[in-house]
Antibody, heavy 126, light 107 residues
Framework: QMHLQESGPGMVKPSETLSLTCSVSDVTMNNSRYFWGWIRQPPGKGLEWIGSISQSGKTHYNPPLRSRVTISVDTSKSHFSLKVISVTAADTAVYFC??????????????????WGTGTTVIVSS | SYELTQPLSVSVALGQTATISCEGDNIETKNVQWYQQKPGQAPVLVIHRDTNRPSGIPERFSGSNSGNTATLTISRAQVGDEADYYCQVWDISGFCVFGPGTAVAVL
């Protein structure tokens, strides 16, 4: 059964780096229509897209986070990763990984998340 | 940057029809998705590309998109439909935008 699972430390100190990995099971990562993305949700708030990466390494990042975020992929190990540097309390959230399906023409693109992990909570605190 | 607006909450009587709006500038030119999120769970895709239901999503869920408003309609609402609903589009500049979410209550 297709499955994505986030893993990583549940707590990070302010100013340090948040690192998470998403393991992908029973899903091929080598498909040009798929990106692999990260989305987060602060406590009691809505969804915020962080960024996505293709199997070839092409990335898209949310502009407000671009300077602090790196997403990488290793299809041979069936996983992709997220790093957020210089974290603050505002980075406290549930972090979801997701398969991101893309297609369409340039002026009529579609991109959506059709398969999600269960989410992992990250708290930024000293 | 592109912005989406949703009502904070929508109430619907059991068995009746709920409509959730998602407003954005000329949103009809974009492909709109809708996600359902229940407390403590990951979001679930319920509509993609304006009107398409993924496998396993009941026919009671439908979508439309015209002008500056996309709409998710839940027919014959059930208690199990209580959740937060988020619309989502892809901006041509190359990034994903979520709406702020709408909490649906079934009375």
């Amino acid at each position: 059964q297709m499955h994505l699972q986030e893993s990583g430390p549940g707590m990070v100190k302010p100013s340090e780096t948040l690192s998470l990995t998403c393991s992908v099971s029973d899903v091929t990562m080598n498909n040009s229509r798929y990106f692999w993305g990260w989305i987060r949700q602060p406590p009691g708030k809505g969804l915020e897209w962080i960024g996505s990466i293709s199997q070839s390494g092409k990335t898209h990042y949310n502009p407000p986070l671009r300077s602090r975020v790196t997403i990488s992929v290793d299809t041979s190990k069936s996983h992709f990763s997220l790093k957020v540097i210089s974290v603050t309390a505002a980075d406290t959230a549930v972090y979801f990984c997701a398969r991101h399906l893309s297609g369409g023409s340039f002026f009529n693109q579609y991109h959506y998340m059709d398969l999600w992990g269960t989410g992992t909570t990250v708290i930024v605190s000293s | 940057s592109y912005e989406l607006t949703q009502p904070l909450s929508v109430s619907v009587a059991l068995g009746q029809t709920a409509t959730i709006s998602c407003e954005g500038d000329n949103i009809e030119t974009k492909n709109v998705q809708w996600y359902q999120q229940k407390p403590g769970q990951a979001p679930v895709l319920v509509i993609h590309r304006d009107t398409n239901r993924p496998s396993g999503i009941p026919e009671r869920f439908s979508g439309s998109n015209s002008g500056n408003t996309a709409t998710l309609t839940i027919s014959r609402a059930q208690v199990g439909d209580e959740a937060d609903y988020y619309c989502q589009v892809w901006d041509i500049s190359g990034f994903c935008v979520f709406g702020p979410g709408t909490a649906v209550a079934v009375l």
